[in-house]
């Protein structure tokens, strides 16, 4: 990889990076309960060992272990060793809502298929049109479609009276947690359960969260919006004509072993190549500022290790990307392996990332043990605090982070 020829001036850097295929992170207004109100960070540090009040006057009760954080290490120190990773799908589905179990359909209706031939092409998208008109509410944080998922293959998944996988979560989740140590801004917050002897875990939205996006600038949302108008450009559904509808998502279902542990997890895919009628290969597409590859600073801006996490998390092994001037417009579209992107890094190592995966499970683990029933549903909460480089723990009872559905739990009693 060539030294880059430019720097792109706009924030990319920053700029918002998603899940799925919409936008490159959205954050969304999470909902105060399991049919999707507003959730609420009313986290402060010095809380400890006390009750604490909604605004309605009712109680409930949180226990932080503050003097128990985990301090996230610099990536050096855990830059070691080749931990083991392998990665295969195992389902797919797709969905109009998170939050509802009822708009989950075990099909493949809104997989989009990649329209143009994977090499470069000189193009003219103007990213720009329909952005005045554009309206999203963003990604739903909840679990409630995976745990949906779950009860379509119970069998399979649930033997001897437990799950068959360690860890339940969207990839969101892994990616926040791998790259916390890098993270020097954005704050996190999972609410985790133990359940039949396996760790869900839940994001929700915290206050600097919503603070940032309020506070986002007209550009950062055009930002937003370049990714879901890419995406349209250059994607087709085989089964309608209609456009793209950001609500419509394609979601795959992974089974992955990082060291000892195994995990499930979903996993928004943008679109897929048709290799032939019955093979296809997933591909993610991003949107970025430059004329060329060349431009774009994988040595050094560690943004493309989000990117690489996102990828090989699921296997993806090509990119599409959309390279855009500052007026929105993409001009080329061409072909990215993801293997290059790791090979020009400088500034991270895959090893890294897996090792604080693992010293993060351990500490989870030692934090939650409890079984979450019906008469016992405590939840732990584990925050990254940027500005201390820590993870913290606290235990709460509060009815908001009740994220496992009755419908869903009284299925496992």
């Given at each position: 990889?060539?030294?880059?020829?430019?720097?792109?001036?706009?924030?990319?850097?920053?700029?918002?990076?998603?899940e799925?295929?919409?936008?490159?992170?959205?954050?969304?207004?999470?909902r105060?309960?399991?049919?999707?109100?507003?959730?609420?960070?009313?986290?402060?540090?010095d809380?400890q060992?006390?009750?604490?009040q909604?605004?309605?006057?009712?109680?409930?009760?949180?226990?932080?272990?503050?003097?128990?954080?985990?301090?996230?290490?610099?990536?050096?120190?855990?830059?070691?060793?080749?931990?083991?990773?392998?990665?295969?799908?195992?389902?797919?589905?797709?969905?109009?809502?998170?939050?509802?179990?009822?708009?989950?359909?075990?099909d493949k209706?809104?997989?989009r298929?990649?329209?143009?031939?994977?090499?470069?092409?000189?193009?003219?998208?103007?990213?720009?049109?329909?952005?005045?008109?554009?309206?999203?509410?963003?990604?739903?944080?909840?679990?409630?479609?995976?745990?949906?998922?779950l009860?379509?293959?119970?069998?399979?998944?649930?033997?001897?009276?437990?799950?068959?996988?360690?860890?339940?979560?969207?990839?969101?989740?892994?990616?926040?947690?791998?790259?916390?140590?890098?993270?020097?801004?954005?704050d996190?917050l999972?609410?985790?359960?133990?359940?039949?002897?396996?760790?869900?875990?839940?994001?929700?939205?915290?206050?600097k969260?919503?603070?940032?996006?309020?506070?986002?600038?007209?550009?950062?949302?055009?930002?937003?919006?370049?990714g879901?108008?890419f995406?349209?450009?250059?994607?087709k559904?085989n089964?309608?004509?209609?456009?793209?509808n950001?609500?419509?998502?394609?979601?795959?279902?992974?089974?992955s072993t990082?060291?000892?542990?195994?995990?499930?997890?979903g996993a928004?895919?943008?679109?897929v190549?048709?290799?032939?009628?019955?093979?296809?290969?997933?591909?993610?597409l991003?949107?970025?500022?430059?004329?060329?590859?060349d431009?774009?600073?994988f040595r050094?801006?560690?943004?493309?290790?989000?990117?690489?996490?996102?990828?090989?998390?699921?296997?993806?092994?090509?990119?599409?990307?959309?390279?855009?001037?500052?007026?929105?417009?993409?001009?080329?579209?061409?072909?990215l392996?993801?293997?290059?992107?790791?090979?020009?890094?400088?500034?991270?190592?895959?090893?890294?990332?897996f090792?604080?995966?693992?010293?993060?499970?351990?500490?989870?683990?030692?934090?939650v043990?409890?079984?979450?029933t019906?008469?016992?549903?405590?939840?732990?909460?584990?925050?990254?605090?940027?500005?201390?480089?820590?993870?913290?723990?606290?235990k709460?009872?509060?009815?908001?982070?009740?994220?496992?559905?009755d419908?869903?739990?009284?299925?496992?009693?």
């Amino acid at each position: 990889m060539n030294n880059p020829k430019i720097t792109p001036r706009e924030k990319d850097d920053v700029v918002i990076e998603e899940e799925g295929g919409v936008f490159e992170r959205k954050i969304e207004h999470a909902r105060s309960s399991a049919q999707g109100k507003r959730q609420r960070d009313d986290y402060s540090d010095d809380s400890q060992n006390k009750y604490r009040q909604h605004s309605d006057g009712s109680r409930f009760a949180t226990t932080t272990t503050q003097q128990d954080a985990l301090p996230v290490p610099f990536w050096k120190r855990i830059n070691r060793g080749q931990i083991a990773f392998e990665t295969r799908e195992v389902g797919c589905f797709s969905l109009l809502n998170r939050t509802d179990d009822k708009e989950c359909f075990d099909d493949k209706r809104y997989l989009r298929v990649y329209k143009y031939p994977l090499q470069t092409l000189n193009v003219n998208f103007d990213l720009k049109i329909g952005e005045a008109d554009f309206v999203s509410e963003g990604q739903s944080k909840n679990i409630n479609a995976m745990l949906w998922w779950l009860l379509q293959r119970k069998q399979d998944i649930y033997k001897n009276n437990r799950f068959t996988f360690d860890f339940l979560s969207w990839r969101g989740v892994l990616r926040l947690i791998m790259f916390s140590i890098f993270e020097k801004q954005s704050d996190w917050l999972l609410a985790v359960v133990k359940f039949k002897n396996a760790y869900f875990l839940c994001e929700y939205v915290t206050e600097k969260q919503l603070k940032e996006e309020e506070n986002m600038s007209p550009e950062h949302r055009s930002f937003c919006y370049y990714g879901h108008k890419f995406e349209e450009y250059v994607t087709k559904n085989n089964l309608s004509t209609e456009t793209l509808n950001p609500s419509k998502q394609f979601s795959g279902v992974f089974q992955s072993t990082i060291g000892s542990y195994r995990l499930l997890y979903g996993a928004e895919m943008d679109c897929v190549i048709e290799q032939s009628s019955s093979i296809t290969e997933h591909i993610e597409l991003k949107v970025c500022a430059g004329k060329t590859l060349d431009d774009l600073p994988f040595r050094h801006n560690r943004k493309f290790a989000k990117w690489w996490i996102q990828c090989f998390l699921v296997g993806i092994k090509r990119m599409i990307i959309g390279l855009r001037d500052n007026n929105g417009i993409v001009n080329t579209v061409c072909p990215l392996d993801i293997s290059s992107i790791e090979r020009a890094a400088e500034t991270w190592n895959r090893s890294s990332f897996f090792n604080f995966f693992l010293i993060f499970a351990d500490f989870l683990s030692k934090h939650v043990i409890t079984d979450y029933t019906n008469d016992y549903k405590d939840v732990v909460l584990f925050r990254f605090l940027p500005s201390l480089q820590k993870i913290t723990v606290e235990k709460s009872s509060d009815p908001k982070y009740h994220f496992i559905p009755d419908w869903f739990s009284k299925e496992f009693l």
